[in-house]
């Protein structure tokens, strides 16, 4: 797990004052490991450390003030887990934010308590991570914590913020390694509360944005438009792209493979947008299409992960 100081920033722009709880130790049988996280605020929580009574527990403090606690979760809160685990808990506001220490691609700051400029085992750190050591494993170093800063991996840009779009965005928002970017033709098009972590993006003709994807990018087009939908994937087609979905039957994708090819593009190419898109044995509801569509994007990346560990 790792910083992600984007929602972080986010969450204390809407909300002010944000704790976040990081699990910055383990010891034995635990529900989550070391770096995972939730943000708190007055009425709100988002991201999870597990457990249950563990989290409810946690969100409690949280909201009572910053520190360390350790917390046994079987003879503490009645958990089944048998081991334990060591919280941080910190507050932020924008004030908090500056002051953290920011470097080749980690976030370090002293523990509650602590003060005085960052140790030397901490800078020493820090330099081999610029000389191309590492990684370095969430944790504490004399009395500061050091944690990997969230740099996504992978970018799903997301075209269409109907019913299915935003039953996607709602899914793939909070996992991990995406990056969302979503888009449509006018701001009345998204809901008024956007997901965290997902960035709207807004084009009177979202065609013309996909030349500014990454070339690994995955593209999903799902908007309202049988025309818009054919140009999306014309221009995606005409690039470099990781992946690519399309909303539709069978007959839509028929239709769509041959004024492809009129266009130019050749049946290799086109047969790399899938169609339909998810799993079609769930049904057709919104909710059903975004959670086959999440599984098979999430099982596709851990297949490549794994074929480019072997």
């Given at each position: 797990?790792?910083?992600?100081?984007?929602?972080?920033?986010?969450?204390?722009?809407?909300?002010?004052?944000?704790?976040r709880v990081v699990v910055m130790g383990?010891?034995?049988?635990?529900?989550?490991?070391?770096?995972?996280?939730?943000?708190?605020?007055?009425?709100?929580?988002?991201?999870?450390?597990?457990?249950?009574?563990?989290?409810?527990?946690?969100?409690?403090?949280?909201?009572?003030?910053?520190?360390?606690?350790?917390?046994?979760?079987?003879?503490?809160?009645?958990?089944?887990?048998?081991?334990?685990?060591?919280?941080?808990?910190?507050?932020?506001?924008?004030?908090?934010?500056?002051?953290?220490?920011?470097?080749?691609?980690?976030?370090?700051?002293?523990?509650?308590?602590?003060?005085?400029?960052?140790?030397?085992?901490?800078?020493?750190?820090?330099?081999?991570?610029?000389?191309?050591?590492?990684?370095?494993?969430p944790g504490e170093i004399d009395g500061?914590?050091?944690?990997?800063?969230?740099?996504?991996?992978?970018?799903?840009?997301?075209?269409?913020?109907?019913?299915?779009?935003?039953?996607?965005?709602?899914?793939?928002?909070?996992?991990?390694?995406?990056?969302?970017?979503?888009?449509?033709?006018?701001?009345?098009?998204?809901?008024?509360?956007?997901?965290?972590?997902?960035?709207?993006?807004?084009?009177?003709?979202?065609?013309?944005?996909?030349?500014?994807?990454?070339?690994?990018?995955?593209?999903?087009?799902?908007?309202?438009?049988?025309?818009?939908?054919?140009?999306?994937?014309?221009?995606?087609?005409?690039?470099?792209?990781?992946?690519?979905?399309?909303?539709?039957?069978?007959?839509?994708?028929?239709?769509?493979?041959?004024?492809?090819?009129?266009?130019?593009?050749?049946?290799?190419?086109?047969?790399?947008?899938?169609?339909?898109?998810?799993?079609?044995?769930?049904?057709?509801?919104?909710?059903?299409?975004?959670?086959?569509?999440?599984?098979?994007?999430?099982?596709?990346?851990?297949?490549?992960?794994?074929?480019?560990?072997?």
């Open positions: 797990m790792s910083f992600d100081l984007d929602t972080l920033r986010a969450a204390v722009a809407r909300h002010g004052r944000v704790a383990t010891e034995g049988s635990v529900p989550r490991e070391t770096g995972a996280a939730m943000l708190v605020w007055d009425g709100g929580q988002s991201g999870t450390i597990g457990g249950g009574t563990l989290e409810l527990e946690a969100a409690r403090r949280a909201r009572l003030g910053a520190g360390i606690t350790r917390v046994p979760l079987g003879p503490g809160i009645g958990q089944c887990c048998g081991g334990a685990v060591r919280l941080l808990t910190e507050h932020y506001d924008a004030a908090a934010l500056d002051a953290l220490l920011v470097e080749v691609g980690y976030v370090a700051r002293p523990l509650p308590g602590v003060t005085g400029p960052a140790p030397l085992t901490l800078r020493r750190t820090l330099a081999g991570l610029r000389g191309g050591t590492g990684p370095v494993a500061w914590m050091i944690e990997p800063l969230f740099q996504p991996a992978r970018a799903l840009w997301l075209y269409g913020a109907g019913h299915v779009g935003r039953a996607i965005a709602a899914v793939m928002a909070p996992l991990p390694d995406w990056r969302v970017t979503w888009i449509d033709s006018a701001t009345g098009r998204f809901p008024d509360d956007v997901v965290p972590g997902v960035e709207p993006l807004i084009a009177a003709n979202p065609a013309d944005v996909v030349r500014h994807a990454p070339d690994d990018a995955h593209h999903l087009i799902v908007t309202y438009s049988h025309a818009l939908d054919l140009e999306l994937c014309h221009q995606v087609l005409s690039r470099r792209f990781g992946w690519a979905g399309l909303i539709g039957s069978a007959t839509k994708w028929a239709r769509f493979r041959s004024r492809l090819g009129a266009l130019g593009h050749p049946a290799e190419h086109v047969a790399r947008i899938t169609c339909p898109i998810g799993d079609p044995g769930l049904g057709k509801h919104p909710q059903a299409i975004a959670l086959g569509v999440a599984v098979q994007l999430v099982q596709m990346a851990q297949t490549r992960q794994e074929a480019r560990s072997a």
